[in-house]
C-alpha cells in the first residue's frame, strides 16, 4: 500500500483478550498504529474499537489484509468496517427554502475543513439556486407535491447514484422521505433537526419551544431512518435562552447552533468516527487526526 492512514471500525461481544489479539494482527501484517480507541458498553456486553494505522512501508494488498483480516474478525464475531483513506467521499446537500446550513458547509468544504467532493445540490424549490452558483456546485431544482413524491424521489435516488453519492446531507430539506428511499442508504443520510431532540419534533419546533417557555435552545443531527426524528444521534448543542426570547429570536440563536451541530456530525462521519449500534451512534473523538 501506499502512505496513508487506513481506519479500522470494529463492533463485537466483549470478551477477553480483544485489545492484544486485534493488535497483534496489525503488527504482524506490517501496519504501525496511530491511535487505537476503544469503549465496552457493559449493559449490552459490546465492545466499539476505532484503530487508525500508517500503512507506510506495508506490502499487502486491500484483498489480502481484508481476507487475513476475515480470519481473525468471523470466530470472534466482529462487525467490521474499513476506510482507506485513499479518497473524499461525495456528499450530496439536499435544502429547501433555508440557507444558513447550506452556505456553511460549502464553505467548510471549499476551505477544506470538510474532507469531501459536494457533487451537487438537490431541491424542492428553485431559491437557493444562486448559492450554488457561487459555489460552482450543480444544483438540482426538483419540485415534489404529494401526488409526484414517489417520481421525485426517484429522480433523486437516479441522481445520487450515477454520482456515486456517499453521503446525503439534508439541511433542512423540509419533506419527510420515504421508507424506501432511506432504506437505500443506510446510514447515509444526516439530517438536521431544528431542536434538542427528543424534544418538540416534528414541524415548527421554535414556536414550541416558546409556547413551552424553554431556557435552551439546541439543535441535533442525526442519521435518518423510517421513524421521523428518531434516528441515532450523532452530534447536540444547546444555547441558554430567557423568558424574553420571542420566537423569531430562538429561531436565530438556533441557526448558528444548527450550523455547528451539523458540521461536526458530517465531519464524524466523513472521518470514520461513528459505529451505529442498535439505535445508537457511538461517536469517537478525534484522535489527533
Not at 421525485?152 to 437516479?158: A, D, G, I, S
Not at 439530517?191 to 413551552?212: D, T
Request: proline letters at 4%; a neutral charge; one cysteine or more.
Amino acid at each position: 500500500m501506499k502512505s496513508q492512514i487506513v481506519t479500522f471500525l470494529i463492533k463485537c461481544p466483549d470478551q477477553k483478550g480483544l485489545v492484544a489479539k486485534i493488535t497483534s494482527f496489525f503488527y504482524e501484517q506490517g501496519f504501525n498504529i496511530v491511535s487505537c480507541q476503544q469503549y465496552v458498553n457493559s449493559i449490552e456486553d459490546t465492545y466499539f474499537m476505532r484503530v487508525r494505522l500508517n500503512a507506510e512501508g506495508t506490502v499487502i494488498s486491500k484483498e489480502d489484509l481484508e481476507k487475513n483480516f476475515l480470519k481473525l474478525a468471523t470466530p470472534l464475531q466482529f462487525n467490521w468496517s474499513v476506510n482507506y483513506g485513499d479518497k473524499k467521499q461525495n456528499v450530496a446537500i439536499m435544502v429547501s427554502h433555508t440557507s444558513h446550513n447550506l452556505y456553511d458547509l460549502l464553505e467548510r468544504a471549499k476551505e477544506g475543513r470538510l474532507d469531501c467532493n459536494v457533487k451537487m445540490i438537490i431541491s424542492n424549490h428553485n431559491k437557493l439556486r444562486h448559492i450554488a452558483e457561487m459555489f460552482n456546485v450543480p444544483y438540482y431544482y426538483l419540485p415534489v407535491t404529494k401526488e409526484t413524491k414517489k417520481e421525485q424521489e426517484t429522480q433523486v435516488t437516479k441522481l445520487l447514484d450515477s454520482n456515486k453519492v456517499d453521503l446525503v446531507i439534508m439541511a433542512r430539506y423540509m419533506q419527510i422521505l420515504s421508507s424506501e428511499f432511506i432504506n437505500h442508504y443506510p446510514e447515509r443520510i444526516i439530517n438536521i433537526h431544528h431542536s434538542f431532540l427528543p424534544a418538540f419534533q416534528g414541524a415548527n419546533p421554535y414556536k414550541k419551544a416558546y409556547e413551552r417557555g424553554v431556557k435552551l435552545i439546541g439543535a441535533t443531527a442525526h442519521y435518518a431512518t423510517e421513524d421521523l426524528d428518531e434516528g441515532p444521534i450523532i452530534e447536540q448543542d444547546v444555547k441558554p435562552v430567557t423568558h424574553e426570547s420571542t420566537p423569531t429570536t430562538l429561531k436565530r440563536i438556533g441557526a448558528d447552533i444548527e450550523k455547528l451541530v451539523l458540521a461536526r456530525a458530517v465531519k464524524n462521519h466523513l472521518n470514520n468516527q461513528i459505529i451505529v449500534s442498535g439505535n445508537r451512534a457511538i461517536v469517537f473523538p478525534e484522535a489527533g487526526e
